[in-house]
């Protein structure tokens, strides 16, 4: 007996495919929101109001201390006991985006504090608002820095998002899993599954390396 079934893996590539969409979906929109939120998280972090700094600290200690699968398994299975039933694609897209943006803060509060103080001075001389000093002069600036770290997000959330299969999103993990049960062999489509989440990872390293040349290096 082969060690890899190479026909069942060919045969059965469209139907695992089919689960892309919501591979791509769930990382590409988690990616997003948890950008936005993370960008307000990390601005909220440099309030001057020590509430909002406490609940931004508190928030991401949570979000980067809890494992992926527990926060999946609370909003799919936990919320029901309290009459809560949501979707698996929505639990999904909930746990990425509020886990995602916990980690994109700290990018971007650490990209922020990177711009040399003297450019804020510069800016409150020149008698600018606090709102345009951090839209116009240090934001371009923290983005550009946090390109290569974002990067990083996304391949671990295209990666991560195998953990939606636990509760049944059908991914293209999920896809892999329904037929090494029916066929027997989980150990040939699960490279398979490898190998297409590889190929996913390295055409996205090549966009952000693209990125990195044209915005950081330049």
């Known amino acids: 007996m082969s060690f890899i079934n190479f026909k069942l893996m060919i045969d059965n590539l469209g139907f695992v495919l089919t689960g892309l969409p919501y591979t791509l979906g769930i990382a590409g929109l ?20 020590k509430i909002l700094q406490a ?11 809890v494992p992926m699968i527990v926060v999946l398994f609370m909003l799919y299975f936990a ?7 949501l ?3 929505l639990c999904a897209y ?6 995602s943006s916990a980690y994109i803060s700290e990018i971007f509060r650490s990209s922020i504090a990177a711009i040399d103080f003297g450019q804020w001075e510069a800016a409150r001389a020149l008698g600018l608002p606090q709102r345009i000093i951090v839209q116009k002069v240090i934001l371009p600036q923290a983005i550009r820095i946090a390109i290569p770290p974002l990067g990083n997000v996304v391949v671990d959330m295209i990666k991560s998002s ?8 059908p991914d293209i993990f999920q896809n892999a899993r329904i037929v ?3 066929e027997w062999d989980y150990m040939s489509m699960y490279i398979l599954v490898a190998l297409i989440y590889w190929s996913l990872c390295v055409l996205f390293e090549r966009f952000q390396n693209y990125l990195e040349k044209r915005l950081v290096l330049r």
């Open 180 to 182: 090494g049960g029916r």
């Open 79 to 85: 919320l029901p006991y309290f009459g809560i039933q």
């Open 162 to 169: 195998s953990l939606a299969a636990m509760i049944t999103v």
């Open 30 to 49: 988690s990616f997003v929101t948890g950008l936005i939120l993370g960008l307000f998280l990390a601005l909220m972090r440099r309030s001057k109001f």
């Open 87 to 89: 979707p698996a694609l």
């Open 55 to 65: 609940f931004v600290q508190v928030y991401v200690s949570i979000m980067r201390g």
């Open 94 to 99: 909930i746990g990425f985006s509020t886990v």
